[in-house]
C-alpha cells in the first residue's frame, strides 16, 4: 500500500536512478534538465530555485509515492494550467523501474486523483503520455483518464524520433462516477 508525501531533497538522487538510459530520461521529461545522465541535484534546483519550470508562484507541488517501509517507488508533480486553480496537470511520472507491473502506478495515480479532487478541488486533471509508450498509456487509462481532441497536436524528438504526444483528461464526476 502506498502514501503520498512532498518531495524531499533526499528524493533527487533516487528519482533520477530510475532514468537508466537516455530514452527513459527524455521520455520522463529530460528536456527540461538538461544532457543525460543528471545528476539529482539538478533536479532538486529546478524543484526548489526554479519552481519547476512553473511561472506563476505556487504552482508547483511534487509528490512522491512511498511503500510501507518508507521507501521512494514513484514520483510525480501537480501543477495548475491556463491560470485556473479548478484544471490541474499531472507530470514528470515515473515509477522505480524495479517495481513496474505491480499496480503501483496505477496506485500512485489514483492517491494522486484523490488528493487532487479532494483536497486541491480540482474539476479536471489532464496528463500527457508519448503515443509509443505503451506500458505508460495502460496505466493512466486504467487509472480513468481518457483522450480528449485538442486544437493541435504536440510532437517532441526524442533522439531523433517525432513522438506525439496524447492528451487525456479525467474530471471530477467521471472519477466519482457522478
Not at 499531472?90 to 503501483?104: M, N, Y
Request: glycine share 8%.
Amino acid at each position: 500500500m502506498l502514501r503520498l508525501r512532498p518531495y524531499k531533497k533526499d528524493d533527487a538522487d533516487r528519482i533520477m536512478s530510475w532514468c537508466r538510459d537516455e530514452r527513459t530520461f527524455l521520455l520522463w521529461g529530460g528536456d527540461h534538465f538538461g544532457s543525460y545522465p543528471v545528476p539529482g541535484s539538478v533536479m532538486h534546483d529546478k524543484y526548489t530555485n526554479n519552481n519547476g519550470d512553473c511561472e506563476e508562484p505556487d504552482n508547483f507541488y511534487p509528490l512522491t509515492a512511498v511503500d510501507e517501509n518508507n521507501e521512494a517507488v514513484g514520483h510525480f508533480i501537480i501543477r495548475y494550467i491556463y491560470g485556473d486553480p479548478r484544471i490541474l496537470r499531472f507530470g514528470w511520472v515515473i515509477l522505480d523501474d524495479s517495481k513496474r507491473g505491480q499496480g503501483l502506478g496505477k496506485e500512485m495515480l489514483t492517491l494522486g486523483l484523490q488528493y487532487a479532487f479532494d483536497i486541491m478541488k480540482a474539476k479536471k486533471v489532464t496528463i500527457g503520455v508519448f503515443e509509443n509508450n505503451a506500458p505508460a498509456l495502460y496505466c493512466y487509462l486504467s487509472t480513468g483518464f481518457h483522450t480528449y481532441i485538442n486544437d493541435h497536436d504536440f510532437y517532441l524528438n526524442v533522439l531523433g524520433e517525432e513522438v506525439k504526444v496524447i492528451e487525456l483528461e479525467i474530471t471530477r464526476e467521471e472519477y466519482y462516477g457522478k
